[in-house]
């Protein structure tokens, strides 16, 4: 990470342990919200991403596109597991197990799922355009399904999950520091995620 980003980061960090109210049934438990919500946002941006790249090389036939959605793809696997992990910590704190068959977190799984099928799909063909073009299409169909699975599945059947924060209603539900405090951990880890995009473009081609 580059020094603006490390003072951003720290400064979020403390905002989150430091100027974050406790809510109330939630207590100081509402903190993990302030990683899981930003982390599990980051995976969808990045798959979104990942299809975009993989249009682009439908398109075009450019191979450093099907790079960029392979690796577009890889972060978005690394944050929709840290989503994963920290959703079944907080159901662990809150609810007492790590794994309760939640809609959301088997639709989450579902989604890590696929996405661990792209890339044994990835390591199962040779021949670059080959791979290329059929991760492309697989991924395309992938992030057909994760609007249903991240937004309207969950939302069709009873969850523990806490309200979104865009609740049914299309109103806004969070104390003014809170959201505040939520912008900037979604602009820190968005920032991260580029970084580290930025950074694999470094690294050999596959």
Same mark, same amino acid.
């Given at each position: 990470m580059n020094s603006a980003l490390t003072i951003f980061t720290m400064i979020t960090v403390f905002c989150v342990f430091y100027l974050v109210p406790q809510a109330q049934g939630l207590g100081s438990l509402v903190r993990i919200a302030f990683f899981?919500?930003?982390v599990a946002w980051v995976s969808v941006l990045a798959f979104l991403l990942s299809a975009w790249k993989a249009c682009c090389y439908?398109?075009?036939r450019k191979l450093e596109d099907d790079v960029m959605s392979s690796r577009? %793809?890889?972060l978005g696997l690394v944050f929709c597991l840290l989503a994963t992990i920290s959703g079944a910590v907080f159901a662990k704190l809150t609810w007492g197990s790590y794994w309760n068959w939640d809609p959301r977190q088997i639709t989450i799984f579902i989604l890590l799922l696929i996405y661990? %099928?792209?890339f044994a799909l990835r390591s199962s063909i040779g021949e %670059?355009?080959?791979r290329a073009r059929l991760a492309a299409v697989y991924s395309l169909f992938s992030c057909a399904a994760m609007p249903?699975?991240?937004f309207v599945i969950p939302r069709y059947y009873f969850s523990l999950h806490p309200e979104p924060i865009l609740n049914k209603s299309g109103s806004l539900q969070m104390d003014t520091t809170m959201l505040v405090i939520l912008c900037l951990a979604l602009i820190d880890v968005t920032w991260i995620f580029f970084k580290c995009?930025? %950074?694999g473009k470094a690294a050999p081609d596959e």
């Open positions: 899981h919500i930003p439908l398109r075009n577009s %793809a890889g661990g %099928a792209y %670059a355009e080959v249903f699975l991240v995009l930025q %950074a």
